[in-house]
């Protein structure tokens, strides 16, 4: 019945929230990050990019970068169900406003065939002030990557598995043909899901699949 299975990754695929937030720890830039994202993030996602990529953290050493895409947990489970995935012989995604660099890894690690995330470019060991943003903030970018993803492959939305935990994946949510809520707390979410699974074990969802 289904034969695609695309994936948010931050608090799915890996046991944090927001990757973005784990960088500006990284670089002592947190409190400057908070008050920026408070004020664009909804708003004007340009203006939050140039701020915190241009202004906070270019020129700063790649190297604690490099290590966070390096030392990021797995959510337990994360090995059994793509195992079981590629199994069922489903096509597999990730849709994520996290690095396109964390994504890579977990194709790596896991096989992953189309990969959907922000790049957060380097360039000589050190952060070139440059972030290509194909997952925009707000959910109706990856509700437009799963549409343009599905018709480019052939298959139907309603062919779909779409697993997120946010409310940036509300909207791919309600156009997929099942829509598991993953480890989250947002009520929005948990409304629009055909399914909700609780707890930090991503195995949780193989009898749905």
Same mark, same amino acid.
């Given at each position: ?16 929230? &927001? ?14 990050g908070k008050k920026l994202t408070e004020k664009y993030l909804a708003t004007d996602y340009d203006r939050l990019k140039y701020e915190v990529v241009e202004t906070l953290w270019k020129g ?7 290590? +966070?895409?390096? &030392? ?42 189309? *990969? ?16 290509n943003s194909p997952v925009a903030a707000g959910g109706e970018h990856k509700a437009k990557i799963l549409r343009d993803l599905c018709s480019d492959i052939g298959i139907d939305l309603a ?7 946010? &409310? ?14 993953? &480890?989250?707390?947002?009520?929005? *979410? ?17 009898? +749905?699949?």
């Amino acid at each position: 019945m289904y034969k695609l299975i695309a994936f948010d990754m931050d608090g799915v695929i890996f046991d944090t929230r &927001n990757f973005w937030i784990e960088l500006h720890k990284a670089y002592g830039t947190l409190e400057e990050g908070k008050k920026l994202t408070e004020k664009y993030l909804a708003t004007d996602y340009d203006r939050l990019k140039y701020e915190v990529v241009e202004t906070l953290w270019k020129g700063k050493d790649a190297q604690p970068f490099l290590d +966070l895409i390096k &030392n990021i947990k797995y959510m337990r489970g994360v090995k059994e169900t793509f195992e079981h995935i590629h199994k069922k012989g489903l096509i597999t995604a990730i849709i994520s406003s996290s690095a396109i660099d964390v994504a890579r890894r977990v194709q790596n690690d896991h096989g992953v065939d189309h *990969l959907y995330a922000n790049d957060l470019i380097v360039r000589d060991g050190k952060l070139a002030g440059i972030f290509n943003s194909p997952v925009a903030a707000g959910g109706e970018h990856k509700a437009k990557i799963l549409r343009d993803l599905c018709s480019d492959i052939g298959i139907d939305l309603a062919e779909t598995i779409y697993v997120g935990d946010s &409310n940036m994946d509300v909207a791919p949510a309600k156009i997929a043909g099942m829509a598991i809520a993953f &480890n989250s707390k947002n009520d929005e *979410l948990r409304t629009a899901a055909t399914h909700i699974v609780d707890g930090k074990d991503l195995s949780k969802i193989i009898p +749905l699949i």
